[in-house]
């Protein structure tokens, strides 16, 4: 942890809580806020915008779990669950609702650093992924709206595949657009016309 964390913890006991804090604060340079009440958790996530959130929870239910992980917001930020008994299937469901790590076997202070280490590098990974993801989408997207615009172009003047692709990149040029912007424009117009 080289730059200053802020981080979230949920530990609705006062003492433990104050040993997670201290620990973490031995393991680098952070700034720690409690918070017992889980209800409370996403208001709080609000005011304090965290870059982590550590939750401990002696038995979670699967219904404890997704609503501490939603309110966590774990698309927006690393969200570390320790554990100290887990049920079949429950690691699964955490990680299916965003948790960066499910740790069984309670909190221990001599695992914290490297534990939240891992989530926040887990974390970045899944959110470098996403981010791909989305990328890949709107290219296929763009993609299938040049190819409809092709398409009307070569049926409308009679044009081979190429000449239609040139000329949709070429208004482009002359009106400063990217090629799949001109598409999109085609193929809207062409649906109002037909």
């Known amino acids: 942890m080289t730059r200053q964390l802020s981080i979230t913890v949920v530990e609705p006991d006062p003492a433990r809580a104050a040993l997670i804090a201290g620990s973490l604060r031995a393991a680098g340079n952070c700034d720690v806020r409690i918070t017992a009440d889980a209800a409370a958790l996403a208001t709080r996530l609000r ?22 992980a939603l309110a966590s917001g774990p698309q927006e930020r690393p969200v570390a669950m320790f ?16 948790v960066s790590a499910y740790v069984v076997d309670g909190l221990k202070p001599e695992r914290l650093k490297p534990i939240l280490e891992a989530a ?6 899944f959110q470098r992924m996403r981010k791909e993801l989305e990328e890949t989408k709107r290219a296929l997207e763009e993609r299938k709206l040049i190819d409809r615009a092709k398409g009307i172009l070569m049926k409308a003047r009679n044009l081979p595949e190429e000449d239609a692709y040139a000329l949709l990149r070429k208004t482009a040029m002359d009106q400063g657009k990217r090629v799949g912007d001109v598409a999109a424009a085609l193929v809207t117009a062409a649906e109002l016309l037909a």
């Open 47 to 68: 005011d304090h915008n965290p870059d982590i959130v550590l939750i401990d929870i002696e038995n979670p239910s699967r219904d404890m779990l997704e609503e501490l």
């Open 83 to 98: 554990v100290d008994r887990s049920a079949e299937g429950l690691s699964t469901a955490a990680i299916e609702a965003g």
């Open 120 to 125: 926040i590098t887990r974390f970045k990974l």
